[in-house]
């Protein structure tokens, strides 16, 4: 597991999981952790059992949404069973309450109050992070009574620049929105082309928020097969399906606000 080393941590555990250390195999070796894949559901039970059991935590307190590339953020005050919440960010001030986000390219994103003991998690693809997925996110736990300069939020392994080739309609709705967008595209090989840095641009939104910090894991989740899963890699190889790495933040249970 990859962890932030001055992320909150004393009171607040998290992590995000490449593909290493699970039971799965094939094209889901090894820790895939979602239930969308074709993968069997006995294989990332044990999956996310283990992500768990890394952070000390029990497999029944995880929860993950049906993500559906929204802007759309759930509160929750307790752990929802087998409800199913069509979201893609999550708050929370629950202890005990692991809150994850499942992700194949797309940038998973944690944000932590440590002061407030209010904590949340993002799924940002380029839907998402253009409709400001991580502004939302901030609101609601600020709606939970959070404060926005108290708040670490880290964006974990994405898609890189370098891998993350786009149309030539694509650049559009970013410039709209502003013109200081241009900076996240470049060109590609392909004539009319570009490459586009999400974490780049996800992490420019972030630092507009007035936040405590951000937080930014460097990886490239396409090029680099031996460690984590990529949903465009499956389609650029021919692949049916693909695995699905987890994020995970919780309050560490009981949450002291002293």
């Known amino acids: 597991m990859i962890q932030i080393d001055d992320f909150p941590s004393k009171a607040i555990r998290h992590a995000y999981y490449g593909r290493r250390g699970g039971v799965s195999g094939g094209d889901y070796t090894s820790l895939n952790c979602g239930f969308g894949s074709a993968d069997s559901a006995s294989n990332v039970t044990a999956n ?14 995880l929860f993950t ?15 929802p069973g087998e409800t199913e919440i069509r979201a893609d960010a999550m708050v929370t001030s ?3 309450l692991a809150l994850g986000i499942l992700t194949a390219d797309c940038a998973p994103l944690l944000f932590a109050d440590p002061i407030d003991g209010i904590i949340g998690a993002a799924h940002a693809g380029w839907r998402g992070a253009l409709g400001e997925i991580a502004a939302a996110t901030v609101d609601a736990m600020i709606e939970l009574g959070a404060r926005s300069d108290n708040i670490h939020a880290a964006i974990g392994p994405c898609i890189g620049v370098q891998s993350y080739e786009v149309g030539p309609e694509f650049p559009g709705p970013f410039l709209d929105q502003a013109a200081r967008n241009a900076v996240f595209f470049a060109a590609a090989a392909r004539s009319g082309h570009f490459m586009f840095d999400l ?5 420019a939104q972030m630092d507009r928020l007035g936040l405590a910090a951000v937080h930014r894991l460097d990886f490239d989740t396409c090029s680099d097969e031996a460690n984590f899963f990529s949903y465009r890699r499956s389609v650029l190889t021919g692949k049916a399906d693909y695995g699905r790495a987890l994020a995970v ?10």
């Open 65 to 79: 949404c049906h993500q559906i590339h929204s802007t759309t953020v759930a509160t929750l005050d307790s752990h």
């Open 199 to 203: 974490g780049g641009y996800l992490a």
């Open 249 to 258: 933040i919780a309050l560490a249970p009981p949450f002291d606000h002293s």
């Open 48 to 61: 996310r059992a283990r992500a768990m059991a890394a952070l000390d935590l029990d497999a029944g307190s």
């Open 94 to 96: 629950t202890p005990g």
